[in-house]
């Protein structure tokens, strides 16, 4: 097994110390693991260290990580000399969904959703001092597969030899006529196939026919084989849309220099459909609100990468109160902002129809349910937070795995506690109702994690988090939307406008109180 040490590090116990070690660890993944595991590693080892701070008696005096790569995935070992604690042990307990009896806010269930496997061991050293390893293993995600081609030949010699043309490059499905091939192409995803036009029982022009007439095949790229230069047969052929007709005998380059010229054509067809889809949903997601609701102020900024998930903004005045939902969907592959769209379209719905009187925390624990028994959504990790808005500044938050509100006033900046799980991760997940009073020339701000983690390195995620936060405190004096205007643009000149993560920042004031 090869064993590549990519991070150990040793710290004392402090309230910095989850942050410091996540930040060390999110700089050594950067080119070493893909952008989706990298957030799960990140999340696991905030939650594992953070709850050796809050939850362990007696408290470790030092904790110490080591990261590293191996052929079957990525490792990362956890040690500390604390209280013993085992999170494996309720792993197939069904008692797991009782969160707060059973985890005892350790977030057993996290780190077993958002990891791939899990060890724990401890031992007692010569001073009779715990030792405690906890070990969290994310799978080598499998490698992309071949394109499959689909050869559709009545003669066994020239199928055999076009397979033997194909073979190394891509993966090879045979039929030796037309009710061969539709019987494979039910059976297979197939992203061109290659057919004679003259066969048996069912030639290739039917062929043809019947995969435009068929649900979900009729754009396979399809290239027509025959003996015969037939001016008629290639109308026919061109009538039957197509992407290219070739003149046996074929020559094993001119096989591959068309099947890649048609292949690549349609890989580009698909990426500009993608863009502008892309695009029209991105647009659809940009937050907006009012600017002044139920005695507050409000103002949102948004920076978009231009790929994967997103964040989302959504909003609804009812009669006494306007809520508010702030959600991150992480993801940074072709299909994660489609994930986001379809998770706006649901949380507006469920907005527009919950009665005044729910707190905030009815919208998270709706919104858990339906991340966790949906086969496609339950896929895609989220953070949210739920708050409403009420008259003489009074304001209710729940949190599902979100980053922590800030407080600014005159004395400095501060966090709310707002903390609760992730959604989707339990049963029946319950989330705490955090009730606050904000007094007139104070402010809060809630956003989402690019905001201090849009940055190339550990140094340069430091120095972005500090300017922002000295930003947000040198313009409480300032009218609300000059001081968003001022923070966007130290963000925009530390990330030279090039963000590494979808970012959004949302400014709270009261009115009068």
């Not at 399809?222 to 037939?230: H, K, N």
């Amino acid at each position: 097994m090869m064993n590549n040490i990519l991070l150990a590090i040793k710290k004392p116990v402090s309230e910095e110390m989850p942050r410091q070690f996540r930040h060390a660890l999110q700089e050594v993944m950067e080119g070493h693991a893909p952008k989706v595991i990298s957030q799960r590693i990140s999340l696991c080892l905030s939650e594992a260290v953070t709850n050796l701070i809050e939850h362990s008696t007696p408290l470790p005096t030092e904790v110490s990580i080591k990261f590293y790569r191996e052929n079957d995935g990525w490792y990362l070992n956890i040690f500390d000399d604390g209280e013993y604690w085992d999170p494996t042990e309720n792993i197939n307990d069904d008692l797991i969904t009782e969160f707060s009896a059973i985890e005892n806010g350790r977030g057993v269930a996290l780190l077993n959703s958002q990891s791939d496997d899990i060890k724990y061991t401890s031992q007692k050293n010569e001073k009779d001092i715990n030792i405690n390893k906890l070990q969290l293993h994310w799978a080598q995600p499998k490698t992309q597969k071949r394109q499959t081609i689909l050869i559709v030949e009545d003669n066994n010699s020239l199928r055999l030899l076009y397979k033997t043309y194909l073979s190394d490059k891509y993966d090879i499905l045979t039929a030796e006529n037309g009710y061969g091939a539709l019987e494979e192409l039910n059976k297979h995803h197939v992203d061109l196939v290659l057919s004679d036009i003259r066969m048996p029982q069912m030639n290739g022009l039917t062929l043809r026919k019947k995969i435009n007439n068929k649900n979900g095949d009729e754009l396979i790229p399809f290239i027509f084989l025959t003996a015969q230069d037939d001016d008629m047969m290639q109308e026919q052929a061109a009538d039957l849309g197509i992407d290219d007709y070739l003149i046996k005998p074929v020559n094993k380059p001119q096989l591959m220099k068309v099947i890649q010229r048609i292949l690549g054509r349609s890989k580009q067809v698909y990426q500009q459909l993608t863009t502008r889809i892309d695009k029209k949903i991105t647009d659809s997601l940009k937050p907006e609100i009012p600017n002044t609701s139920h005695g507050w102020r409000m103002q949102v900024a948004s920076r978009d990468t231009g790929s994967g998930g997103g964040d989302l903004l959504l909003h609804h005045q009812f009669e006494g109160m306007t809520q508010l939902l702030l959600t991150d969907i992480m993801g940074h592959d072709d299909s994660a902002k489609f994930f986001s769209h379809a998770y706006g379209g649901y949380l507006h719905g469920l907005i527009q129809s919950m009665q005044s009187n729910l707190c905030a925390s009815y919208l998270l624990e709706q919104l858990s349910k339906y991340a966790l028994n949906d086969k496609i959504l339950s896929k895609v990790t989220l953070t949210c937070c739920s708050l409403q808005l009420f008259e003489a500044g009074k304001i209710n938050i729940a949190s599902a795995g979100h980053p922590a509100p800030l407080l600014i006033k005159p004395g400095g900046i501060s966090e709310l506690d707002t903390s609760g799980v992730l959604l989707g991760l339990i049963e029946d997940a319950k989330y705490k109702n955090n009730d606050f009073t904000i007094k007139k020339g104070q402010r809060i701000a809630l956003f989402t994690d690019g905001l201090f983690e849009s940055a190339e390195n550990n140094e340069a995620r430091n120095h972005l988090e500090k300017c922002i936060t000295d930003t947000l405190s040198s313009t409480l004096s300032m009218p609300i939307e000059k001081a968003l205007e001022e923070v966007m643009s130290v963000f925009d000149q530390i990330t030279k406008s090039q963000p590494t993560d979808d970012t959004l920042l949302l400014l709270l004031e009261p009115i009068q109180y």
